[in-house]
């Protein structure tokens, strides 16, 4: 049995690290259509049981309900940051036969290959670190039951994640690929998230959403970062 979790930031503080280049609806909405991804990725793979949106985010329940997914909010866990809520949530589990997949939510290039490889891991050892493109961040975690290492997620958490790993006796695993590996964090990404989309490479719902008038967006800002410094704030006020 693997439950898993998707941790989703409140959406109206989602993605900061894009508020230079992209207005707060926009952060919102693609913070959002990656999240609806991510969760429809592992809603439909066959090896996961449950699926698990946690989040303090009021379009939350809504989000959950409709894909099918459970919703814990996570202001009732008495816990704050990342790390805090989901090593609240996975206590509250109860079971600890049950094996546990963490994906992010800014993982618009997620696929089913990508959870088949890291359930196909999982069978021989007790963790996967699903680092991000650079090998220096976790975009996905997922551990055998009763062997969870403690929780790292922030900077350098691929190396914190290996050595709490190591330092509890617990046998681990790197998994790296491009749909693990490519999450969006800062403007630098947008190339990136533009080209996947023109090779199709992306989610339903974030290839949407470029489809709908963010890639007319993403390759002004695009243009603009070749010419110029980044401002913060001038995505606010150029685009009202
Ligand atoms: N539930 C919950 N999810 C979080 C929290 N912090 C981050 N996340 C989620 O964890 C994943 C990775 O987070 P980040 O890459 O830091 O995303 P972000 O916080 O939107 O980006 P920045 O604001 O630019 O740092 C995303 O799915 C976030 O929504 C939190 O405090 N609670
Ligand atoms: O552990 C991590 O890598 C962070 O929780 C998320 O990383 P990011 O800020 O690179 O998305």
């Not at 007790?126 to 961040?137: E, K, T, W, Y």
């Not at 190396?159 to 998994?175: D, F, M, P, S, Y």
């Amino acid at each position: 049995m693997l439950h898993a979790l998707l941790p989703l930031k409140d959406l109206s503080n989602a993605k900061t690290r894009l508020s230079g280049v992209l207005s707060l609806s926009r952060r919102r909405a693609l913070a959002q259509a990656m999240a609806e991804d991510v969760l429809q990725c592992l809603l439909h793979h066959p090896k996961i049981t449950t699926v698990t949106l946690l989040s303090p985010d009021p379009a939350a329940p809504h989000l959950a309900a409709s894909s099918g997914a459970r919703y814990l909010d996570e202001r009732s866990l008495g816990s704050s940051g990342l790390n805090g809520v989901l090593t609240e949530a996975l206590s509250q589990q109860g079971d600890a036969a049950l094996h546990h997949l963490i994906a992010h939510g800014d993982l618009p290039a997620l696929s089913a290959g990508d959870i088949s490889l890291a359930v196909e891991a999982l069978q021989s050892t007790d963790v996967v670190i699903g680092s991000d493109l650079a090998g220096q961040g976790t975009n996905l975690l997922a551990f055998r039951g009763g062997r969870q290492p403690q929780l790292a997620f922030g900077t350098d958490s691929y190396t914190r994640h290996r050595a709490a790993a190591e330092q509890a006796g617990l046998i681990c695993k790197n998994l790296q690929t491009s749909g693990i590996g490519f999450d969006v964090d800062a403007p630098a990404d947008l190339a990136t998230l533009l080209a996947l989309y023109r090779k199709g490479a992306l989610g339903n719902h974030t290839s949407r959403l470029l489809q709908a008038g963010l890639a007319e967006r993403l390759s002004l800002v695009i243009d603009s970062l070749q010419t110029q410094p980044c401002d913060d704030g001038a995505a606010e006020r150029s685009e009202g």
